[in-house]
């Protein structure tokens, strides 16, 4: 944040100093709210995020274990077979934005079918392995989305605990500081002010300012005649 920027003297001096503390402490507030709100979803994302990789682990470790089942019946071949002609995973991801965060909302994924023209595996536990690494795919692809909004938000959430660390610190005791110079000035000015105004008055209305002359005796002129 910059300094201070310089303030008139007098009262709109003071005026605008208490704008500036009234508009810093409202939006203190605001981000205090913001921050409630913030710490709220980053724990229900973090809680997610956990559950999404545990989900994640288990369909791949399900998958895996399929897997090896499907290669120990039918070895390599029956392996490349089952795969052949198979395009990759499409994943789509919905954003949304709330408390100024960007951040993944959900996320879909297509797996493509087995080509018409392909060869059936060759053992059911092939086929089992097929459709769990579909789920895992799946699984993934939640867990990466709700990563990155875990990660957008705690950005977010650290970012405007500085915020409010930098106006309750040190913004707003400065600017409460050159209040309170502002207001001692004026009283000083008011008081010098009126200390003039006294004694102009009092100047002006000074004895012998206006007063006659007293007269002595006439040269020449004997005492008590």
Excluded: C, F
Aim: proline content about 6%; aromatic content about 2%; glycine content about 14%.
């Amino acid at each position: 944040m910059t300094g201070v920027r310089r303030t008139p003297p007098g009262r709109a001096g003071r005026l605008r100093l208490r704008h500036r503390l009234e508009v810093a402490e409202r939006g203190a507030g605001l981000l205090e709210q913001k921050l409630r709100v913030l710490r709220v979803e980053h724990e229900r994302l973090l809680a997610a995020q956990e559950a999404a990789e545990r989900r994640w682990h288990e369909a791949l470790s399900e998958a895996e274990g399929w897997l090896l089942r499907g290669v120990l019946l039918g070895g390599e071949r029956a392996l490349e077979a089952a795969a052949a002609g198979r395009g990759p995973a499409g994943i789509s991801v919905r954003w949304t934005t709330s408390m100024g965060v960007r951040r993944p909302a959900a996320v879909s994924v297509s797996v493509p079918a087995r080509p018409p023209r392909a060869a059936t595996p060759a053992n059911t536990a092939l086929l089992h392995a097929e459709a769990a690494y579909g789920r895992a795919v799946r699984a993934a692809a939640e867990h990466a989305a709700v990563r990155a909004a875990t990660g957008l938000v705690g950005a977010e959430l650290v970012g405007t605990r500085h915020r409010v660390r930098a106006l309750r610190r040190h913004w707003i005791p400065r600017l409460r500081q050159e209040l309170d110079r502002a207001g001692m000035a004026l009283e000083q000015a008011e008081h010098e002010d009126g200390v003039r105004r006294r004694w102009s008055a009092g100047a002006g209305g000074s004895p012998g300012s206006g007063g006659g002359r007293v007269s002595g005796p006439e040269p020449g002129g004997s005492p008590g005649q």
